[in-house]
Each structure stands twice: as C-alpha cells, then as structure tokens.
C-alpha cells in the first residue's frame, strides 16, 4: 500500500512559521510531481505550491515569498517551509503526489493523496 503523511502542522501566531513534510512509503519506484494543497473552511481545495523530480517550483502568487517548498528524493519527502503567517492561512494543508508504484503486485501509475494536517494561525 502506498501512502503519503503529513507532519507538521499545529498553532501559531500571527507572523509566525511552521515546517510541514510529507513522507511517501511503500513500494514506490519513482515519484514524479509532488505538491501542497489547502483547503479553508468553506472553501475548494487550492494549490499552495508544486515541485517536480529535478526541483522545478511553482507557488500560488498569495505564498510567493513566504512559503518554500523542497523535497528530498533519497527520503521521500517533501516540505513547506511556511513564514510570515497570517490567519487567512488557516486550512487543512494536504500533500499530492503522481507516483510510480507497486499496488496489489502490478507496477503502475498512481495520484496519492494524504490525509491532512490542520493549520491555524490565530492570536
């Protein structure tokens, strides 16, 4: 079984920071583009920021500048460097990945999602 988990996430001021990961496990061959999404009470899911196998980055123009997204293949793992926080950050932060693994004895290609982890900023 391939899963993604989130750490990470918890309380925080207003102007504060938070270091979420995501780690992969399974029988995982390669993991291709890996991101983070959000999603706000009320509100659809949004991307926060994407990052692909070589390192290629892109953010929602609201997290450029605060938010760092970086991963490292070797463990799996990707993070979200989050500053500069502000309460409209608030949401259930979730980490995707498009993934090659073994599922069920067959090699195939895979969309994971994680289950999530809730962020609040509020003073």
């Known amino acids: 079984q391939v899963q993604l988990v989130e750490s990470g996430g918890g309380l925080v001021q207003p102007g504060g920071s938070l270091r979420l990961s995501c780690a992969a496990s399974g029988s995982i061959f390669s993991i291709n583009a890996m991101g983070w999404y959000r999603q706000a009470p009320g509100k659809e899911r949004e991307l926060v920021a994407a990052i692909t196998s070589g390192g290629s980055t892109n953010y929602a123009d609201s997290m450029k500048g605060r938010f760092t997204i970086s991963r490292d293949n070797a463990k799996n793992t990707m993070y979200l460097q989050m500053n500069s926080l502000k309460p409209e950050d608030t949401a259930v932060y979730y980490c995707?990945?498009?993934?090659?693994?073994?599922?069920?004895?067959?090699?195939?290609?895979?969309?994971?999602w994680g289950q999530g982890t809730l962020v609040t900023v509020s003073s």
């Open positions: 995707n990945a498009d993934l090659r693994a073994v599922v069920r004895g067959s090699l195939g290609n895979f969309e994971v």
